[in-house]
């Protein structure tokens, strides 16, 4: 069996779950949202990955090339990069907001301040 | 990888917010190697570029430290990572290798008709750009549509509310130093802003036979603004540009999709059906890709523009509070 080929899946699980534990253990909003952001970007390239062919050129027809990636994902890829920052932002607003009501962006400071009142 | 890693560990925001941006840039270089040249040029602009100011002026707001804790390790965060993970390989191990040409993505029919048909069908070799625009249009529509959504909430979060409230706007304080001490930055820089904006219209309106298109026009044309934003100071890019016209925009780009797509229905097709908008089916379908293409670049360019505007006009308004930490914010996303 060729595991040489699975590799790169490999590595971008180890990418997304790099994400993901930072998205779940950080106390912090904004270490949340850059592990969001790692984690996105990490199923990204998962995406773009599945569409490549060996040999395969870039998916812009020119005469004597028979062989291209696949141009699907690219499409889905490229929107979602552009709504990815669009909801970052809206994230990183939030949580100016949240500096500004609470003073803090730390979430069990949060969390405590809320309890309290 | 190493990247990431790091960027788990460090206590320091802003360092992890930099090695994030090292990441997207990465990754976009990757998507180079992996055939998706219009997928890397729109992550290394937003990656690379906007994403990393916004966190970068986020974080001059909120500061740079991780409040210090005692060490501890988050045990269920890390078994339930390990476990997904764990799970995620296994379910690798049915995958097709990369790039082999058997694989179910390149051998469905959808597939074949979208690399072997589109080209003739639609006369534009860049196959991305009538996926996008044409076959796909009520998805991009619906993106656009988010984007919109997300401008809209950022405005309504943390926009002009300061200014209703009658609080006279503070000066261009700080500005002028950062021109003083950054001279070289500041001639290149605006040097550099008009070949950044030209090739953005050149991508917007290429993007049918080379790589190009709506969205990626629209991320660097907003990274270009970005740039001057960052070189001469928030208050004087406003003045240039007027954040009241750029909400006009950012409406303007998204009622030109749609608009695009009423105008086919009462030409007697069907919503974003392009082919009726010219004589011959062909020519429709160009002019309604332009069209479209068009929106989504003035849609994404204003949103991604007026978010960065209200993140800088945010801190702005929070400057006095912390001097010193906005200055170098401002520093760290210009070098």
Known sequence: ?117 | MTIAVAAVRTKNLFEAAMLFGIFSLVSASFFVVLDAVDVAMTEAAVGAGVSTILMLSTLAVTGFKVRPRPVQRDILGIGVSVLLGGALVYGTLDMPRIGDPTAPVQTHPIAEHYIDVSPTETGIPNMVTPLLASYRGYDTFGETAVVFTAGIGVLALIGRRRRRDGTPVESCEGTDAMGDRHRVLRVVGKQVIPAILLYACYIQAHGDFGPGGGFQAGVVFASGLMLYMLLVGIDEAERVIKPKVLERLIALGLLLYGGTGLLNIIQGGAFLDYRTMAHDAVHGLHYGILAVELGVGITVTAVITTIIFTFAGHMRSRQKALPGEANAAADGGAS
Not at chain 1, 18 to 40: D, E, H, P, T, W
């Open chain 1, 1 to 117: 069996m060729d595991y040489l080929g699975l590799f790169n899946y490999w590595v971008f699980i180890v990418l997304m779950m790099c994400g993901f534990y930072m998205l779940l253990s950080a106390r912090n909003l904004v270490k949340k949202v850059i592990g969001l952001n790692l984690f996105q970007t990490s199923v990204f390239v998962f995406y773009i990955s599945t569409g490549k062919v060996d040999g395969g050129a870039v998916p812009i027809a020119t005469d004597g090339v028979d062989v291209y990636s696949n141009p699907l994902p690219h499409v889905l890829i490229l929107t979602a990069i552009v709504v990815g920052v669009a909801s970052t932002a809206l994230g990183l607003a939030l949580i100016l907001r949240i500096k500004d009501e609470y003073g803090s962006i730390e979430e069990d400071e949060v969390d405590l301040q809320d309890a309290l009142s």
